[in-house]
């Protein structure tokens, strides 16, 4: 069965970095994009980012564009998020999840979940 | 403020129906599919409709949606108690983004 296990969660100052990581497992992790989800406390779901299936294509929110990178390595099965310059307003539990569109093609919704990883960014 | 507008809360009766409303524009919702997640707190989201009214392999057909125009409906009937959650809609945005609604916490009295 399909798993995705989130980790590399904590709590971080402003301003520092962090990168979390997304273990797949019981599908072809390199055939299907993949997304990252937040949510901050007693808030709704945001989308932050989504990697094509290779690695080549990207797109990002506008609250993170250019502080936060996603990246995959298919050979690990492993999904990451490099988050940079946090801010308070980035804490949130970041939920990894599969898109169900093979190969190029996205949809752009979401089939899998993880449990998600907790990041707290605060002095 | 979220992209989509949900009803931060919805009621009703075991057994009783329920529908939960999302409105969009033709940014979003007008041209481009909608699906529906199911998240309790602490656990995992899940899907539960894709497509606009297609529902996965293990959802039961008590869960339907649809879509006119820039918006949609996700509805449950026979409602249980186990169907307590917030639930979410979400799209596609010709800003080049996935968004969601903001989120409607369903209570079974």
């Known amino acids: 069965q399909v798993q995705l296990v989130e980790s590399g969660g904590g709590v971080v100052q402003p301003g520092r970095s962090l990168r979390l990581s997304c273990a797949a497992s019981?599908?072809?992790?390199?055939?299907?994009?993949m997304h990252w989800v937040r949510q901050a406390p007693g808030k709704g779901l945001e989308w932050v980012a989504v990697?094509?299936?290779?690695?080549?294509?990207?797109y990002y929110g506008d609250s993170v564009k250019g502080r936060f990178t996603i990246s995959r390595d298919n050979f690990k099965n492993t999904l990451y998020l490099q988050l940079n310059s946090l801010r308070p307003e980035d804490t949130a539990v970041y939920y990894c999840?599969?898109?169900?569109?093979?190969?190029?093609?996205?949809?752009?919704?979401?089939?899998?979940w993880g449990q998600g990883t907790l990041v707290t960014v605060s002095s | 403020q979220s992209v989509l507008t949900q009803p931060p809360s919805v009621s009703a009766a075991p057994g009783q129906k329920v529908t939960i409303s999302c409105s969009g524009s033709s940014s979003n919702i007008g041209n481009n599919y909608v699906s529906w997640y199911q998240h309790l707190p602490g656990t995992a989201p899940k899907l539960l409709i894709y497509e606009n009214n297609k529902r996965p392999s293990g959802i039961p057909d008590r869960f339907s949606g649809s879509k006119s125009g820039t918006s949609a409906t996700l509805g449950i009937t026979g409602l249980q108690t186990g169907d307590e959650a917030d639930y979410y809609c979400g799209t596609w945005d010709s800003s080049l983004s996935v968004v969601f609604g903001g989120g409607t916490k369903l209570t079974v009295l």
């Open positions: 990697i094509s299936f290779d690695g080549s294509n990207k």
């Open positions: 019981g599908f072809t992790f390199s055939n299907y994009g």
């Open positions: 999840a599969k898109d169900p569109g093979s190969g190029s093609n996205y949809v752009f919704y979401f089939d899998y």
